[in-house]
């Protein structure tokens, strides 16, 4: 019987979850394994959560169903721990990859068995990888992949990286390396108890923005947010720039005009932060 490998990638849309299951399905071809990958999009959003699969085996993958009890699940955003059941299905001696800027043995993850953590932000950023706010850090992610499961040679991926990454490719390879480098593994867990849910702080009823908020509702897409924007009023105009250019009608207004966010219902996007002429939003981690 052949020895199939299953992956599932978490990411956000952006984070590039889906070229690393490519990806890892073009070095594994490298290799002379016989691969497959194929994504699962939820809603098609920079930021929203993704699935990518990846299988990889010695002879012919006979199946075509997404994967539902995964050998190693990757998580690129370590935000989807609290919000998405990421490591259903995860099989018993499985592993878990997580993006953390916190060493592995101190992380509280929803696992028995092995863990693994590389701060692949750190490095998607050190390489000028994706912006500051959303990061490319499926590189790194797979170069870690690659120590922690011998799944693909690392010379076969710095192939795939170099023939089908369209741009950026000696940074690419350069994250890989890193990520290859800094990946920590260890076996066992800390006991899990999930968290509560990140507090969203309900404002009072305020005048409507001239956007809908229906789908911000009806996704919950607050629960995407990593970073979330912060006002400094000493700077703040009152132009009601940020809240007219928030797609997802986030801000409000106190009763001297200056802008309230609406937490439960901003992503984070940073669309405000951006725009906002005297640069009086700034973009901060989520607490
Ligand atoms: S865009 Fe900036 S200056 Fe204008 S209201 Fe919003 S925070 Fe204030
Ligand atoms: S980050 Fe700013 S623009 Fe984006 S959803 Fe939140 S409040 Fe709106």
Redesign the pocket.
């Known amino acids: 019987m052949a020895d199939v490998i299953e992956i599932r990638f978490h990411g956000r849309g952006g984070q590039g979850a889906v070229v690393a299951s490519e990806l890892l399905a073009q070095a594994a071809f490298l290799d002379g394994k016989w691969p497959q990958s194929f994504p699962f999009f939820g809603v098609e959003r920079r930021g929203a959560p993704v699935t990518a699969y990846a299988r990889v085996d010695t002879g012919p993958i006979g199946i075509r169903t997404s994967i539902t009890a995964p050998e190693v699940v990757v998580v690129l955003e370590p935000g989807l721990l609290r919000t998405q059941p990421v490591t259903d299905g995860l099989r018993p001696g499985g592993l878990l990859l997580v993006n953390s800027s916190h060493p592995v043995d101190e992380l509280v993850l929803p696992v028995v068995g092995r863990r693994a953590a590389v701060d692949a932000t750190r490095i998607a950023v050190a390489h000028g990888l994706g912006s500051p706010t959303l990061p490319i850090v499926n590189t790194a992610m797979l170069g870690a992949l690659v120590r922690a499961t011998g799944v693909v040679s690392m010379e076969a991926l710095g192939r795939a990286i170099q023939g089908f990454v369209p741009a950026r490719r000696a940074e690419n390879l350069a994250a890989a390396e890193d990520g290859y480098q800094d990946v920590r593994v260890v076996e066992g867990a800390l006991p899990f108890t999930p968290s509560v849910p990140r507090a969203v702080v309900a404002t009072p009823p305020l005048p409507e923005g001239p956007m809908a908020t229906e789908s911000s509702e009806r996704y919950h897409t607050a629960d995407w947010r990593t970073l979330r924007p912060e ?1 400094h009023l000493d ?9 007219k250019l928030c797609p997802d009608d986030a ?1 409000g207004f106190d009763s001297e005009g ?2 309230v966010l609406r937490a439960e219902y901003c992503k984070g996007c940073g669309i ?1 932060a951006v ?4 640069h ?2 700034e973009m901060v981690e989520e607490a």
């Open positions: 006002i700077r703040c105009t009152r132009c009601n720039f940020c809240w801000f200056y802008p405000c725009e906002c002429p005297p009086a939003i």
